[in-house]
């Protein structure tokens, strides 16, 4: 089949089956940095045409050999060469494409050795057990040993694809080898080193993980850049993962309490992020003796990044303690130092609670609600930060569904106010969004008293992108609230714009009639809409009569054949003739769409 597959390539392209090497090395040493990157990219079609022995004795030794190239062509090759398996003859010959990664593993560039690390990775699962000793094997030690600390860094993301499928004696030359690169001299690869032992743990047999990789983590733990700290982090949710919970609070706790107390901020930061992968890699009862206490801790601690990543975990990693002390711990360890957050002097840490709070509601049930959530949801409500309270306000679900809205909606209405009037757009755009979650959550009476004519408002906001967004809500309260509260509440409203004295407002009343038709019925459209647009049809400005066209073939599908005969296609045929070309232009184009 394979074989068929190269015949068509050549059928395909039968000038291209006598493509010369001497070309590509022509245009890879042109000049032309384009020019050789849409030489790289082509890689493939050249060697479907050579064919896989033309490709393997004399592409790929030319491609080893002039590995001196911009970043951007290393790049695209390391990128082309972990797809070119079929195209050197299949898994059988796949290490000929060793040697040219294996020079891409070492430039200077990172991420064209990133590149060159992911395609080795990916053709490495394509070799058969024999060929990874006696090909990739070599590749991985040369790598690993070299002299330069790029082709060191290169090495450590290999040892993991390698490593499960070769014999006991090359395992154990391959642990010793990670072993030397976590003390390595040099920063840069002790931290590519750090970076994989968490995946390099996955694959090593449990006994050599606690003699062999557990003395590797601890070591990395205490190195002096907080770079390589920092990633021990994460190999610590990889390695807790594979032990039973006795071993995890043996070997690895003692170095996940330093961690969660190093000096460095960012290593508190990174433990803080990791926070509840961390939870349910070392169990619930270690969760219970050791991490509520360092949770604590990540809350109250003296940097505002590390307080804001803590903050962000605060529902999730209440969610996820033990049902049997889950409320005592929330209570008594979680919300003393919630309720300090609240009242944070960092905005970023006050908003990253805010957009989680809310979800301890359904946790700790109405009373513990009602007591002790509700203050604080309320003093976030009256925040002077816009981004606080709209966290707050998009998650209002949660609570209603625990306590009911009207515990709320008194405070609600001025916080929601302040929003749709801020001065910045960003946020006046960011309520708007929210305003058909708020309608659902707060009913038709609520809303029509308290928040219908803020919605008409921004209809005739300075801002374009409000006018459109408060457009689409209009549609979104119809879907909400359905068609007769349309009919009786917002349609007049709208249909009153189009006498407004601003053009911009008149056309802002087309682009609602656009969308709210998607949302009523022929019947409305026809007894109140249309005739609104027809009369538009005659304004003054041309951007509104060419604005009229377009929704006339918005509308003129929702209709019957009379109503398009009698009222739209006069119309549009009037317009037809208009002294404006682009109304001319916009009216032959419904009467296109129509006809």
């Not at 593993?105 to 990874?132: G, N, Q």
């Not at 709210?516 to 026809?526: H, P, W, Y």
């Amino acid at each position: 089949m394979s074989g068929g597959g190269v015949s068509d390539g050549n059928a395909a392209g039968s000038d291209d089956s006598l493509y010369p090497i001497a070309v590509l090395i022509d245009e890879l040493r042109n000049e032309d940095v384009q020019l050789r990157l849409n030489s790289i990219k082509k890689l493939s079609t050249i060697a479907l045409a050579l064919g896989v022995e033309r490709t393997r004795s004399e592409l790929i030794p030319f491609l080893t050999d002039t590995i001196y190239d911009e970043d951007e062509v290393l790049l695209a090759l390391a990128e082309q060469l972990g797809t070119f398996t079929p195209l050197v003859g299949g898994t059988e010959h796949v290490h000929c494409l060793l040697p040219p990664l294996e020079s891409l593993a070492t430039v200077e560039e990172t991420i064209v050795r990133d590149k060159a690390v992911e395609s080795l990775r990916i053709i490495a699962e394509e070799h058969s057990s024999a060929d990874l000793e006696a090909h990739f094997v070599p590749l991985v030690k040369r790598l690993a040993t070299g002299d330069w600390f790029t082709s060191r860094t290169s090495g450590c993301g290999l040892f993991a694809v390698a490593y499960a499928r070769v014999s006991s004696n090359v395992k154990a030359d391959l642990r010793s080898l990670f072993r030397n690169l976590c003390q390595d001299d040099t920063p840069m690869v002790r931290r590519a080193a750090s970076g994989k032992l968490g995946e390099f743990a996955k694959v090593v047999e449990v006994e050599f993980l606690k003699s062999d990789l557990i003395p590797m983590f601890i070591n990395l733990a205490m190195d002096e850049q907080d770079s390589v700290r920092l990633l021990v982090v994460e190999s610590c949710v990889s390695i807790s993962s594979l032990l039973q919970a006795e071993d995890v609070e043996q070997l690895v706790m003692p170095t996940l309490r330093n961690c969660a107390e190093d000096k460095s901020w960012r290593v508190r930061y990174t433990v803080a992020e990791k926070f509840t992968a961390l939870q349910k890699a070392v169990g619930p009862e270690i969760t219970k003796t050791d991490l509520v206490q360092a949770f604590q801790s990540l809350l109250k601690d003296c940097e505002a990044e590390v307080r804001a990543a803590a903050a962000h975990k605060v529902r999730d990693f209440c969610q996820a303690l033990d049902p049997s002390v889950q409320e005592s711990v929330i209570m008594n360890n979680v919300l003393p130092c919630v309720k300090e957050l609240v009242v944070d002097a960092n905005q970023h840490v006050k908003s990253a609670l805010a957009s989680v709070i809310m979800g301890l509601s359904p946790i700790l049930g109405k009373n513990n609600t009602i007591e002790h959530l509700l203050p604080l949801f309320l003093n976030q409500l009256k925040d002077e930060c816009p981004e606080v309270r709209l966290n707050i306000i998009s998650n209002l679900d949660c609570v209603n569904e625990v306590i009911g809205i009207q515990q709320l909606s008194q405070s609600l209405l001025p916080a929601i106010v302040e929003l749709a009037e801020d001065s910045k757009w960003r946020v006046r755009l960011a309520i708007i969004e929210y305003m058909p979650l708020l309608a659902g959550q707060l009913g038709v009476e609520f809303f029509d008293e308290k928040l219908n004519a803020l919605c008409m408002t921004w209809l005739i906001d300075h801002v374009f992108a409000i006018r459109e967004a408060a457009t689409n809500n209009l549609k979104k309260l119809v879907e909400q609230f359905g068609t007769d509260w349309a009919q009786q509440t917002i349609i007049p409203k709208v249909v009153a714009m189009a006498r407004d004295q601003n053009y911009l407002h008149r056309m802002t009343c087309l682009f609602c009639i656009n969308v709210l038709a998607e949302a009523c019925g022929a019947d409305v459209i026809e007894r109140q809409m249309l005739p609104t647009v027809l009369n538009m049809a005659q304004d003054s400005v041309a951007n509104v009569r060419f604005n009229v066209a377009k929704t006339l073939s918005v509308v003129a599908p929702k209709l019957n054949a009379s109503c398009f005969s009698s009222q739209i296609k006069p119309a549009l045929n009037k317009l037809t003739e208009d002294t404006d070309f682009d109304v001319r232009y916009y009216a032959s184009e419904a009467s296109m769409v129509c006809a």
